[in-house]
């Protein structure tokens, strides 16, 4: 059974940072492309930041030289680094993994940016 865990969420101020993580389990990690998302209430989910199974990474414009993805194919983890966090990245944040037409996500963590 394929798991996606991402862990890492919490309440922080703004201007700080947060390294959020997703281990997968059930699938040959190495092949697959890591995406994670996010999402605000009444909003669609939205793609903030990829990395590929070759390691080429991108991001949305958005969070472009904020944040950072990384991956460890040896733990079958994907990391985002999130740095100088705004109120507006509040949103729960998803891993995805996609291979050719099979996509998994996980069940999300909450990052909440406030004083």
């Known amino acids: 059974q394929v798991q996606l865990v991402e862990s890492g969420g919490g309440l922080v101020q703004p201007g700080g940072s947060l390294r959020l993580s997703c281990t997968a389990s059930?699938?040959?990690?190495?092949?697959?492309?890591m995406r994670w998302f996010r999402q605000t209430p009444g909003q669609p989910r939205e793609f903030v930041a990829g990395?590929?199974?070759?390691?080429?990474?991108n991001f949305a414009d958005s969070v472009k030289g904020r944040f950072t993805i990384s991956r460890d194919n040896a733990k079958n983890t994907v990391f985002l680094q999130i740095n100088s966090l705004e109120p507006g990245d509040t949103a729960v944040y998803y891993c995805?993994?996609?291979?050719?037409?099979?996509?998994?996500w996980g069940q999300g963590t909450q990052v909440t940016v406030s004083s």
């Open positions: 990395i590929d199974s070759g390691g080429s990474t």
């Open positions: 059930g699938i040959i990690f190495s092949a697959y492309n």
């Open positions: 995805n993994a996609v291979f050719s037409f099979t996509t998994h």
